[in-house]
């Protein structure tokens, strides 16, 4: 078997999801993730459907082992699980690979990614004050400073405006809830 690594970064579990399943549809099959590098093995097109979600508990956790071989025991194998990321694959000769099939699941799963992009976001907030004291103060290095100050705005910034995409999501499917109650 060949296998094909690729090195990206992504911001949104949708679009990564989406960037995955385009992969199976022309044969490269996920098989091992690290933070940023996806390794692809050749295969049939369109063999495996894949599916992420982030986990309600660390994979190292009672419940979680518990709630994995579930899903092994129903024909979903998870071919990673970085943090708290978890990648799932299932036949697509199987029918259809959904992971929440109501509504209250997919709003839970929802909850969780914007509870880690407000948490990742607050812990970037301090770090960019102090970078901005640091910039304030003469006796730093402003070539090291400046630029570091960027960074993390940049960054800051990218999870703030996924926060906010992930909360607009949460209020539709509680909108769409409430219609169907």
């Known amino acids: 078997m060949s296998f094909k690594t690729v090195h990206r970064l992504f911001w ?16 490269e ?8 590098t ?10 495996w459907t894949y599916r992420m979600e982030l986990l309600g508990a660390s994979p190292r956790k009672p419940e979680t082992r518990s709630y994995l071989e579930f ?10 699980v970085s943090e708290q990321w978890a990648y799932h694959r299932k036949r697509a000769a199987d029918g259809p690979f959904e992971l929440y099939s109501d509504l209250d699941s ?11 992009y407000v948490s990742l976001t607050a812990a970037l907030l301090p770090l960019s004050v102090v970078t901005i004291d640091n910039l304030l103060d003469a006796g730093r290095a402003l070539w090291f ?6 960074v993390y705005f940049i960054i800051a910034g990218l999870f703030a405006a996924q926060t ?3 909360g607009k999501r949460i209020r539709t499917l509680e909108a769409q809830r409430e219609v169907f109650e």
């Open 12 to 27: 949104d579990f949708e679009n990564e999801q989406r960037w995955i399943n385009e992969h199976a549809a022309r044969g």
């Open 29 to 36: 099959h996920l098989v091992r993730h690290t933070w940023g």
């Open 38 to 47: 996806y390794v692809f093995e050749q295969g049939k097109p369109g063999e």
């Open 71 to 80: 899903l092994a025991e129903s024909g979903i194998e998870t071919v990673a």
């Open 106 to 116: 997919r709003l839970a799963h929802y909850k969780r990614v914007l509870a880690l």
């Open 145 to 150: 400073v400046l630029p570091l100050s960027a």
């Open 164 to 166: 906010l995409r992930v």
